[in-house]
C-alpha cells in the first residue's frame, strides 16, 4: 500500500482497472472514522457532524462521553493496492438510528472490518450479526484506547467468535496499524476464495 502525507491529494491511476469495496462497521465511537482518516491516501470524505443535546435522549455515549461528533451517513477512504488494484473504504455509522443505510453500504462489497472496543464490546454484536446474515466475510479488530485490558483470547470468547475469523489487535489513529488490519482482512478474503476454488 502506498504511503502519503496526510491531507495530500493523490489522483487516481489512470491504469487501476479494479475497485475492492471494504466496510468498517462497529459501535458508536468505536474508531471508524478514525480508522478510515489515518490509512486512507486521499483527504477522507467525512460527514461528521456535531454532537447536541437533541441526541442525549437517542444515541448511547457511556464510556464515550467525551465525543462531540458524530457520523451521520459515512466516511469514504482510497488506497491504491496496485496500480490496477484500488481498495475503497466505507465507514458506517454506528448508532442504532442509522443503521438503515447499512444495508446499502453491504451491496458490493467483498469484506467487512469490525472495530471493537471493549468498553462497549455489546455494541459490537448487530455488526456480526448483521455480516452473518449477509454471509459477508470480515475480521474483527480490537481498537486499543489506552492499556490493553483484555486478551484478545478474552474477546474472542465475549463475541462467541468462531476460530476462523481473525481477530487482531490495532490503534486506529496509526496508519501502519489501521493498514494491517486491512491487510489482514484482504487475506482473510484470499484465503476463502482459494478455498472455494480448491472444492469446487
Request: charged content about 20%; aromatic content about 8%.
Amino acid at each position: 500500500m502506498r504511503s502519503s502525507e496526510q491531507g495530500t491529494r493523490t489522483p487516481l491511476q489512470s491504469s487501476a482497472t479494479t475497485g475492492l469495496k471494504i466496510v468498517i462497521v462497529g459501535g458508536f465511537g468505536v474508531g471508524k472514522t478514525t480508522m478510515v482518516g489515518s490509512v486512507s491516501e486521499i483527504r477522507p470524505l467525512s460527514t461528521e457532524e456535531t454532537l447536541t443535546r437533541a441526541g442525549t435522549a437517542i444515541d448511547d455515549a457511556r464510556g464515550v462521553e467525551g465525543k462531540s461528533t458524530t457520523t451521520v451517513a459515512f466516511d469514504f477512504g482510497r488506497i491504491s493496492l496496485t496500480d490496477e488494484l484500488i481498495l475503497y473504504l466505507f465507514g458506517a455509522p454506528g448508532q442504532e438510528r442509522f443503521w438503515f443505510l447499512w444495508e446499502r453500504l453491504f451491496t458490493g462489497t467483498l469484506g467487512a472490518v469490525v472495530l471493537v472496543d471493549t468498553r462497549r464490546l455489546a455494541d459490537s454484536w448487530y455488526a456480526i450479526d448483521r455480516l452473518e446474515h449477509h454471509g459477508m466475510p470480515f475480521v474483527v479488530a480490537h481498537n486499543r484506547f489506552g492499556e490493553p485490558t483484555h486478551t484478545l483470547d478474552q474477546i474472542r470468547a465475549a463475541l462467541d467468535l468462531s476460530d476462523d475469523v481473525p481477530l487482531i489487535a490495532c490503534d486506529a489513529r496509526q496508519r501502519e496499524s489501521s493498514k494491517a488490519v486491512l491487510v489482514r482482512l484482504v487475506n482473510h478474503l484470499y484465503a476463502l476464495s482459494s478455498a472455494r476454488q480448491v472444492t469446487s
